[in-house]
C-alpha cells in the first residue's frame, strides 16, 4: 500500500518537489541534530571501544541547561513534524480506506515518543525495546505514508544519544534508506539528488557526531587529569603545612626548653642553694641564714614573674618593664651581685649607641644568653669578679661576659661527651644565637679565668641553616 497522488500533474509534481526537498532539507537537519546531541552526550561517553561508549543526553540534560534545552527542542520538533505530516495526509488523501491506520499509527508514535523521558537516556533492555518498536511504527508509517518521512531528524537524535556508536550507525543507515525510498515513491522520476543527498548528508552529520564523542573523551580525560593535579596540589599543600606545623612545634619547645632553662630552672637552682645555706646556718648564725632566706625570696618572686611572663607573652620579665637591653643587663648584674652578697661582683657596660632599636628577638636573646652566662659563673667558676659588656656596631651587636674564675678546658663546637659541661647552658646559647644567624665563642683556660662572646648581625635575624 502507497500514498497515493491526487490532482494534476502539475500539482503532483509540485507535490513531488517539497517532499524531495522536504527529505533533503530533513537529512540536512541531522547534521545540526547530530552535533548538538554530541554535545549532549559528553557525560557518558567512555573507553576507548566505539561500542563501549555511549552518548548519555538524558544525564548531562539534567545538569547542562544548553542540553535540556536542546532536548526539549527535538522533542518540540517531533510532534511539530509528525503534526504536519498527518495534517498533509489528511488535506491530500481524504476518505482513504487506510486513513484510520494512519491516524492510529500517528498516535501511537506519538504517545510512544512521550514515554521516552520517562524510561531514563541508558541503553537499558527495557531502553532499547522501546526504541526498536518506535522505529518499527515509524518505519511502517513510511510505507503507508511516504510524507512521514520528515520525522527522521528527531528519530537520527534520539538514536544517536541513546545508542552505542556502531549501533547507531546502522540505524542512521537504515533510517536513511526508508527516507531515500520515501523521496523516490513521491518523485514523477529518477532523481540523482534524492538518492545521494540524503546519504551524505547523513554521512556528514554521522562524522560530526563520531568526531564529538571523541572530543568529548579527550575532555573527559583532561578535566580527569586536571583533578588528579588538583587533588595531589591539595595534598602536597596538606602534607606541606603539617610538616610546618610539626617543625613549629618542634622549634617552639626547643625555645621553651631554653627559656625555663635561663630562668625558672637557674633560679630554682639559687633558691636551693641559698636554702641549703641557710639550713646549715640556721643554728650557729640567725642573721646569715635569715638573709640567705631573703635572697632565695627575692630569687622565687623573679622566677614569679618570669612565669607570670610566660603566661603573658613569653617575654623576659626584665624587658618587660621598659629601659630595652641595657637597662635589662644592668637590672641583671645588680641581682646577681646582690644575690651573691659580696662573694661575686658583677659590673655592666655599654659601649656605643645602636642606629635603631634592636628586635626584640635579639634583646630577648642575648639577655637569655647572659642569665644562663652569669648562672654557671655562679654555681661553677668560683669567681669572684665578674662583667657584662654589651657593644653596639654598625652591622652588628656583641654581648661579652667574662669571669675570673678556675676556667676550663674549652672544647669545640658539637664536641659534647661525659665530661663536658653540665646541663643545657652552653647549647643553649649557642641555638638562640645560632637562630640569629650569629656566632657564639668561648676563650677559656684552667685558671684564667672565662670569656664568652655572642655576636649578632643585625642584617639577618634567620637561622641561615
Same mark, same amino acid.
Given at each position: !500500500?502507497?500514498?497515493?497522488?491526487?490532482?494534476?500533474?502539475?500539482?503532483?509534481?509540485?507535490?513531488?518537489?517539497?517532499?524531495?526537498?522536504?527529505?533533503?532539507?530533513?537529512?540536512?537537519?541531522?547534521?545540526?541534530?547530530?552535533?548538538?546531541?554530541?554535545?549532549?552526550?559528553?557525560?557518558?561517553?567512555?573507553?576507548?571501544?566505539?561500542?563501549?561508549?555511549?552518548?548519555?543526553?538524558?544525564?548531562?540534560?539534567?545538569?547542562?541547561?544548553?542540553?535540556?534545552?536542546?532536548?526539549?527542542? !527535538?522533542?518540540?520538533?517531533?510532534?511539530?513534524?509528525?503534526?504536519?505530516?498527518?495534517?498533509?495526509?489528511?488535506?491530500?488523501?481524504?476518505?482513504?480506506?487506510?486513513?484510520?491506520?494512519?491516524?492510529?499509527?500517528?498516535?501511537?508514535?506519538?504517545?510512544?515518543?512521550?514515554?521516552?523521558?520517562?524510561?531514563?537516556?541508558?541503553?537499558?533492555?527495557?531502553?532499547?525495546?522501546?526504541?526498536?518498536?518506535?522505529?518499527?511504527?515509524? !518505519?511502517?508509517?513510511?510505507?503507508?505514508?511516504?510524507?512521514?518521512?520528515?520525522?527522521?531528524?528527531?528519530?537520527?537524535?534520539?538514536?544517536?544519544?541513546?545508542?552505542?556508536?556502531?549501533?547507531?550507525?546502522?540505524?542512521?543507515?537504515?533510517?536513511?534508506?526508508?527516507?531515500?525510498?520515501?523521496?523516490?515513491?513521491?518523485?514523477?522520476?529518477?532523481?540523482?539528488? %534524492?538518492?545521494?543527498?540524503?546519504?551524505?548528508?547523513?554521512?556528514?552529520?554521522? @562524522?560530526?557526531?563520531?568526531?564529538?564523542?571523541?572530543?568529548?573523551?579527550?575532555?573527559?580525560?583532561?578535566?580527569?587529569?586536571?583533578?588528579?593535579?588538583?587533588?595531589?596540589?591539595?595534598?602536597?599543600?596538606?602534607?606541606?603545612?603539617?610538616?610546618?606545623?610539626?617543625?613549629?612545634?618542634?622549634?617552639?619547645?626547643?625555645?621553651?626548653?631554653?627559656?625555663?632553662?635561663?630562668?625558672?630552672?637557674?633560679?630554682?637552682?639559687?633558691?636551693?642553694?641559698? %636554702?641549703?645555706?641557710?639550713?646549715?646556718?640556721?643554728?650557729?648564725?640567725?642573721? @646569715?641564714?635569715?638573709?640567705?632566706?631573703?635572697?632565695?625570696?627575692?630569687?622565687?618572686?623573679?622566677?614569679?614573674?618570669?612565669?607570670?611572663?610566660?603566661?603573658?607573652?613569653?617575654?623576659?620579665?626584665?624587658?618587660?618593664?621598659?629601659?630595652?637591653?641595657?637597662?635589662?643587663?644592668?637590672?641583671?648584674?645588680?641581682?646577681?651581685?646582690?644575690?651573691?652578697?659580696?662573694?661575686?661582683?658583677?659590673?655592666?657596660?655599654?659601649?656605643?649607641?645602636?642606629?635603631?632599636?634592636?628586635?626584640?628577638?635579639?634583646?630577648?636573646?642575648?639577655?637569655?644568653?647572659?642569665?644562663?652566662?652569669?648562672?654557671?659563673?655562679?654555681?661553677?667558676?668560683?669567681?669572684?669578679?665578674?662583667?657584662?659588656?654589651?657593644?653596639?656596631?654598625?652591622?652588628?651587636?656583641?654581648?661579652?661576659?667574662?669571669?675570673?674564675?678556675?676556667?676550663?678546658?674549652?672544647?669545640?663546637?658539637?664536641?659534647?661527651?661525659?665530661?663536658?659541661?653540665?646541663?643545657?647552658?652552653?647549647?643553649? !646559647?649557642?641555638?638562640?644565637?645560632?637562630?640569629?644567624?650569629?656566632?657564639?665563642?668561648?676563650?677559656?683556660?684552667?685558671?684564667?679565668?672565662?670569656?664568652?662572646?655572642?655576636?649578632?648581625?643585625?642584617?639577618?635575624?634567620?637561622?641561615?641553616?
Amino acid at each position: !500500500m502507497v500514498e497515493h497522488r491526487s490532482g494534476s500533474p502539475d500539482a503532483e509534481a509540485a507535490e513531488a518537489g517539497a517532499a524531495g526537498t522536504a527529505g533533503v532539507a530533513g537529512t540536512a537537519g541531522v547534521a545540526g541534530a547530530t552535533a548538538e546531541a554530541g554535545a549532549a552526550g559528553v557525560g557518558q561517553v567512555a573507553g576507548s571501544d566505539p561500542d563501549a561508549q555511549v552518548a548519555g543526553a538524558g544525564q548531562v540534560a539534567g545538569s547542562d541547561p544548553d542540553a535540556r534545552w536542546l532536548a526539549l527542542l !527535538m522533542h518540540a520538533a517531533f510532534f511539530l513534524l509528525l503534526g504536519a505530516s498527518l495534517t498533509r495526509f489528511l488535506m491530500r488523501h481524504p476518505g482513504e480506506a487506510r486513513t484510520p491506520w494512519i491516524i492510529a499509527l500517528s498516535i501511537t508514535l506519538a504517545v510512544l515518543y512521550l514515554l521516552g523521558p520517562v524510561l531514563g537516556s541508558r541503553p537499558t533492555p527495557r531502553r532499547l525495546t522501546w526504541l526498536g518498536v518506535l522505529v518499527i511504527v515509524w !518505519m511502517v508509517l513510511v510505507v503507508l505514508a511516504p510524507s512521514f518521512a520528515w520525522c527522521a531528524v528527531p528519530l537520527f537524535y534520539t538514536g544517536l544519544r541513546i545508542l552505542p556508536p556502531r549501533a547507531a550507525l546502522a540505524l542512521v543507515a537504515l533510517l536513511t534508506v526508508f527516507v531515500v525510498a520515501a523521496q523516490l515513491r513521491l518523485a514523477d522520476g529518477f532523481d540523482p539528488n %534524492l538518492v545521494l543527498a540524503p546519504p551524505a548528508v547523513a554521512a556528514v552529520a554521522t @562524522a560530526v557526531f563520531v568526531h564529538m564523542q571523541r572530543q568529548a573523551v579527550r575532555q573527559r580525560e583532561l578535566a580527569a587529569r586536571q583533578r588528579e593535579l588538583i587533588d595531589d596540589l591539595l595534598r602536597t599543600r596538606r602534607e606541606l603545612a603539617a610538616t610546618e606545623r610539626r617543625e613549629g612545634t618542634l622549634a617552639e619547645r626547643q625555645r621553651l626548653s631554653m627559656e625555663i632553662h635561663d630562668t625558672l630552672a637557674q633560679g630554682l637552682s639559687s633558691q636551693q642553694m641559698l %636554702l641549703q645555706a641557710a639550713d646549715r646556718t640556721w643554728s650557729a648564725d640567725p642573721d @646569715a641564714a635569715r638573709r640567705h632566706v631573703r635572697t632565695a625570696t627575692g630569687i622565687a618572686e623573679r622566677n614569679l614573674a618570669e612565669a607570670r611572663r610566660f603566661v603573658h607573652d613569653l617575654a623576659p620579665a626584665d624587658l618587660a618593664e621598659g629601659g630595652g637591653l641595657e637597662a635589662a643587663l644592668h637590672a641583671l648584674a645588680a641581682r646577681e651581685s646582690a644575690q651573691a652578697e659580696g662573694a661575686l661582683t658583677v659590673h655592666c657596660h655599654v659601649e656605643g649607641t645602636p642606629n635603631a632599636p634592636l628586635p626584640d628577638r635579639v634583646q630577648s636573646a642575648l639577655l637569655r644568653i647572659a642569665q644562663g652566662a652569669l648562672a654557671n659563673v655562679r654555681e661553677h667558676s668560683g669567681a669572684t669578679a665578674a662583667g657584662l659588656t654589651l657593644t653596639h656596631l654598625d652591622d652588628r651587636v656583641v654581648l661579652d661576659i667574662g669571669d675570673n674564675g678556675r676556667g676550663f678546658t674549652a672544647e669545640p663546637e658539637g664536641v659534647r661527651g661525659a665530661r663536658t659541661v653540665r646541663g643545657h647552658g652552653l647549647p643553649a !646559647m649557642r641555638a638562640r644565637v645560632r637562630q640569629l644567624g650569629g656566632t657564639l665563642t668561648i676563650e677559656s683556660a684552667p685558671g684564667e679565668g672565662t670569656v664568652l662572646s655572642a655576636e649578632v648581625p643585625l642584617t639577618t635575624t634567620e637561622d641561615p641553616t
